[in-house]
C-alpha cells in the first residue's frame, strides 16, 4: 500500500520513517516534508502544502494512496478529513468538527465544563461581551489565550492583571488574525505537565507509550515558551494510577463527550495536562493530532505497524488492538535555529549529518531543505536527535551524543533535557 504523510516537520519524519519500516507499504509520500524525508529509503517528497486540501485530496486520488495520515492542525481544523471521506478516500484523524477540540479553546473550555473534564476555571470573552471589571477583580498570575489556532503563540501567562488586559487587548485588536477575536481567559495552574496521547476510533481508545515535553526554551524550564524542545517516553510522572486517572477522568469522558455530542472523535487526540499537588489531571489544552517533538520518542518505541493501527481506527476495531512497545526509554533533544523561538535564521549549512548517522540513534529533521546537494536550516525548529537507552539518563547520554556530533552557525539546544525523569530515576535507584 502506499501511504501519505501531510506535513514537512519532526513529527512527519518520524511518522514517514515509521511507516516505511512496514512490510505492507510500497511507498510513503509526503506533502512536502523536508530534506530528512527526503534521504529516507523508500520515502518520496512531494510539493503540496500541507494545507492545501485540495491538492491534497488530488495527490491521493492520482497516486491511490491507501492511506493518509495528517501530522499538523491546521488541515484538521479546515476540515482535511471530511475533504478525504468525501472523495472515498482513508484519511486518519478528526473531522472539522471533533477537531474543534483544538481548533477553538472557547469550544474546548465549554465542552470540558459540560462533561464534568477537570480542568482551570476561565471565562470566554469576545470584544463586545469583555468585563473589565471581572478581570481586574481576579488575582495574577492570569492566563489569556486566543482561542483559535495561532501557531503555538496564542497562550500568555500574565504577571498581573494589568499584562492581561494589555494582552486581551492586542489579541482583539487582531495580534493573531480571528483566532483572537475570542479570548479565554482562565486562572494559572502550578503542578506538573504530562503530554497524554492516545489513538480513537470514534468510540474507543488505544494509549500511546506516556510522554513529556519541555516548552521553556532554556535549561531549568526558562526562558520563551517554544513549540517543545525536546520530549521524551516513557513518562515517570505518569504513574500505572495516574495512567488510569488520566484515561477515566479526562480521555473516556472526551471520546464518549464527542460521540454523544454527534461529532465522534477518530486520530490521534492528545491531552496536555497539568497534575495538581492531589494527583487531579486538569486538561490545559487539547490537541487533534500528535505532539512534535514527543512523536519522535514515541515512534522510535513503537513496534507494532503504525499503518494497521491506523487502518484499525478508521475500521472502528481500535478496541482489539494492542500496541507493543520497545521496553527502552528514548529521548528527543531538539536543535533550533539562531533567533528561535521569535525569529529564525534560515540557510545555514549543517555539518556533521554524516558523522552522527553512524552514530546509535536517529536525527529526526524538521525545518531543513536540500540546496544544491547542501542540507541547510529552514525553520525555527530544525532537527531533533534522538536516543535509546535502558532508562532516560541512557537514552538522554545517547542523544546528546549524536547532537553534539551535528552544528550549524548560531545552533540552540537544552543540555537538560529530560531532567526531571532523570531525577526520578536517580531518586527510585538510590
Ligand atoms: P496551551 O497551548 O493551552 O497548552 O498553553 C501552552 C502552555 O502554557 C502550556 O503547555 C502550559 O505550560 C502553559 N499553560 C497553559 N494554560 C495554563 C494554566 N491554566 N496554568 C498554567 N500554565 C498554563
Ligand atoms: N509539543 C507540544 C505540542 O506538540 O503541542
Redesign the pocket.
Known sequence: MKVLIVGGGGREHALAWKCALSPRVSEVLVAPGNAGTAAEPRVRNVEVGAEDVAGLVRLATAERVALTIIGPEAPLVAGVVDAFAGAGLRCFGPTRAAARLEGS?AFAKEFLRRHGIP??R?RTFTRASFDAAWLRAQNA?L?V?ASGLAA?K??V?AASTDEALASIEAMFAGQFGGAGHEVVV?????GE?ASFIVMADGAHVLPLATSQDH??RDDGDRGP?TGGMGAYSPAPVVSAALHARIMREVIGPAVAGLAADGSPYSGFLYA?V?IASDGTP?V??F?CRLGDPETQPIMMRLESDLTALCEAALERRLEREHARWDARAALGVVMAAQGYPESARKGDVIEGLEAAARLPGKIFHAGTRLEAGRVVTNGGRVLCAVGLGNDVAAAQRQAYALADTVRWPGVQYRHDIGFRAVAREQGAGG
Open positions: 479553546k480542568t482551570a476561565s498570575p492566563v489565550k503555538g496564542g497562550v501567562i482562565e486562572e494559572f495552574l502550578q505537565e516548552k521553556r515558551n496536555g497539568m486538569n490545559l489544552e490537541n
